[in-house]
C-alpha cells in the first residue's frame, strides 16, 4: 500500500494538497515566531496543518475551524491527531460559517491563518470574512493567508490559469482572487501587509498585521 493509502486510511476528509504544502508552510512560519502564541484556523477541513505544524511550531493554542457539515471528520481528526498529543494545544473545532457574525469566537487571538481558502469561497463569502475578522483580533494580531493569487489582474503561472478553468467548472463562484482587491478589503478594517512570500507551486503567503 501507498503512503497516500495509507494516509487516508489514517485521515478522514483528507486533503493531498495538505500534504504537499505542510513542509513549506511550516518553514516559512517558523520564521514568523508563533510559539506560546493563540491561533485560529478558518478553514481547517480535515486538521492536516494544525497536528502538523502546532506542536512544532510550540503554539499555545491553535483553534481549528470549519462549516458545520465538515466538522464530523475534522473533530474526530483533532480527537485522534491533535489532542491525543495535547489537549490543552487543541481545544475542539468549531462551526464557523464566516458571514454568520454569532459564529466568530469571542476571544482575540495572536494569530488568524488560512489556507486554500479563499479561492474556495465566493468573493461575496470573502468579503464577509474580513467584515467579521476584526471580531477576533486585537493591535498586533497577524492575518496569514495562503494559496494562489493574482497580481494586477494576470495569473502568476500558467498552472494557476488552468486551475481557475477548473475551480469555475465546479463552482462559479469561486475562482482565484486578485492580490490589490484583497489587500484593500485588508486596508479598509485596519490591516497592513507586512509581508508578501512566495512559496511553492505558485502560491504565495501574505501576512497582514491589524493596528
Request: with cysteine.
Amino acid at each position: 500500500m501507498i503512503n497516500s493509502e495509507l494516509l487516508e486510511l489514517e485521515w478522514q476528509n483528507f486533503a493531498p494538497s495538505c500534504e504537499r504544502n505542510k513542509v513549506p508552510l511550516l518553514e516559512v512560519l517558523s520564521e514568523l515566531s508563533l510559539a506560546e502564541q493563540r491561533v485560529l484556523e478558518l478553514g481547517s477541513l480535515s486538521g492536516q496543518h494544525a497536528c502538523f505544524m502546532a506542536p512544532k511550531l510550540a503554539v499555545k493554542e491553535w483553534q481549528t475551524s470549519d462549516l458545520a457539515y465538515n466538522l464530523p471528520p475534522l473533530t474526530a481528526n483533532i480527537e485522534r491527531h491533535g489532542r491525543t498529543l495535547n489537549q490543552a494545544m487543541f481545544p475542539k473545532p468549531l462551526a464557523l460559517e464566516v458571514g454568520e457574525s454569532s459564529h466568530w469566537p469571542t476571544a482575540h487571538y495572536d494569530v488568524i491563518f488560512t489556507a486554500n481558502t479563499l479561492h474556495i469561497m465566493s468573493w461575496q463569502s470573502v468579503q464577509q470574512l474580513f467584515k467579521h475578522l476584526p471580531q477576533v483580533c486585537k493591535p498586533g494580531t497577524r492575518f496569514m493567508v495562503y494559496g494562489p493569487f493574482k497580481c494586477g489582474g494576470d495569473y502568476t503561472s500558467e498552472s494557476n490559469a488552468e486551475f481557475e478553468i477548473w475551480l469555475k467548472e465546479r463552482n462559479s463562484q469561486s475562482g482565484i482572487r486578485d492580490f490589490e482587491a484583497v489587500d484593500e478589503l485588508a486596508s479598509n478594517i485596519g490591516f497592513t501587509l507586512k509581508q508578501n512570500i512566495d512559496m511553492p507551486a505558485n502560491n504565495q503567503l501574505l501576512v497582514w498585521e491589524f493596528n
